[in-house]
């Protein structure tokens, strides 16, 4: 049960190896590599049989499709990321600027892909409520700082996370990179308040 879980976490850290690459360098690749390979959090979904591992996977190999400008990729982890965990609903702001930059801002074209979407996510609805309404009553009269700000930063590096802030600051204007930033984003602004992640 737990072999899936190591699987896509040493899947992910090869797909986090080749992003870097192809962005970068071959060294950054393996440095980003090296640093999540390492993560304790990410240790302890890949010893886990728990979705986690698969939904990074899934979120990373999105997020390589956003970098490739590959349409095929880019669905592919977005529909394996929101059936794995509703945090995968993260990548729907990137989802429409990556399609408004390859669809050169063809609203009705953007609209059936994201019409696609939904009818592949829709037999999925009563299950994803379910566990939605589970974690709202699992925190519930929770305070937020309580926890999560506290977990948030012993997972977090403080000197990566300003060099990743003035990385989002510098790379905001490059077209291929701002549907990854607005994932990295959104990921950042909500640690704090979502059950870590």
């Given amino acids: ?78 529909l394996t990321a929101v059936y794995t965990h509703y945090f995968g609903f993260y990548l729907a702001p990137a989802l429409l600027l990556f399609y408004y930059h390859t669809l050169e801002g063809d609203w009705k074209k953007i609209a059936r892909r994201i019409a696609l979407y939904i009818l592949a996510y829709s037999p999925w609805l009563l299950i994803a409520a379910q566990g939605l309404v589970f974690h709202a009553n699992r925190t519930s009269g929770l305070r937020w700082w309580d926890f999560h700000a506290v977990h948030a930063m012993r997972q977090m590096s403080l000197l990566l996370l300003g060099a990743a802030l003035v990385f989002l600051y510098k790379r905001r204007r490059e077209r291929k990179l701002q549907a990854l930033l607005l994932v990295c984003a959104f990921y950042w602004c909500s640690a704090f308040f979502l059950i870590p992640f």
């Fill in 1 to 78: 049960m737990r072999l899936p879980s190591l699987l896509f976490a040493a899947a992910t850290s090869i797909l986090i190896f080749m992003l870097g690459m192809r962005l970068f360098t071959r060294a950054v690749g393996f440095i980003a590599a090296l640093l999540l390979t390492f993560n304790v959090l990410n240790q302890q979904y890949a010893e886990a049989a728990t979705m986690y591992a698969m939904l990074a996977f899934a979120v990373t190999l999105c997020g390589y499709g956003f970098a490739r400008e590959k349409e095929w990729l880019v669905a592919t982890g977005f």
